[in-house]
């Protein structure tokens, strides 16, 4: 699987958007871009994904960049609930499994 | 429709101790993934069981084994427990283990190794 490059941490006040980065250079025609999310002491909990089209669902939007090397999550108002390790994660098209990075920790302020 | 459940929820057993670890499965999924998680590593895939039959590996040691049973319930097993061993364990399950679907994850077990 392709590896992917996200910041650290990030902080948001709350309802507010939020826009969390993905980077994804090395990602292959065949890899779909999936974003799950960890809040503390449960198990990841899936947020939303895509190929190359952007993606809207109820929890957030997936902009995809043209070129597909880029992808950003948008929560659109953030909450105190929405704080949590946000991770992006490429999967081919053959199904391999996920190969999770650091993540990205979202602190909300109320 | 319940989620993925996973028991017990916590663990402690002692060096060079075995434990053993269930998976539920959604009603329906097919494809039960285990992976392991520490504060060090991070989220590490361990395997992926699809219709009874392991179909994909992660790098950990022999020690680390599983199976998958004809109602789709898997078990993760561990021998000759290290300390090493103490992490967050989690399955996931999806109705085919394909990239275009996502996956559920259950809320682990927490093995404690002492």
Known sequence: ?110 | KAGVTQTPRYLIKTRGQQVTLSCSPISGHRSVSWYQQTPGQGLQFLFEYFSETQRNKGNFPGRFSGRQFSNSRSEMNVSTLELGDSALYLCASSPLGGSYTEAFFGQGTRLTVV
């Open chain 1, 1 to 110: 699987d392709a590896k992917t490059t996200q910041p650290n941490s990030m902080e948001s006040n709350e309802e507010e958007p939020v826009h969390l980065p993905c980077n994804h250079s090395t990602i292959s025609g065949t890899d779909y871009i999936h974003w799950y999310r960890q809040l503390p002491s449960q198990g990841p909990e899936y947020v939303i994904h895509g190929l190359t089209s952007n993606v809207n669902n109820r929890m957030a939007s997936l902009a995809i960049a043209e070129d597909r090397k880029s992808s950003t999550l948008i929560l659109h108002r953030a909450t105190l609930r929405d704080a949590a390790v946000y991770y992006c994660i490429l999967r081919d098209g053959y199904g391999q499994n996920f190969v999770f990075g650091p993540g990205t920790r979202l602190s909300v302020l109320p």
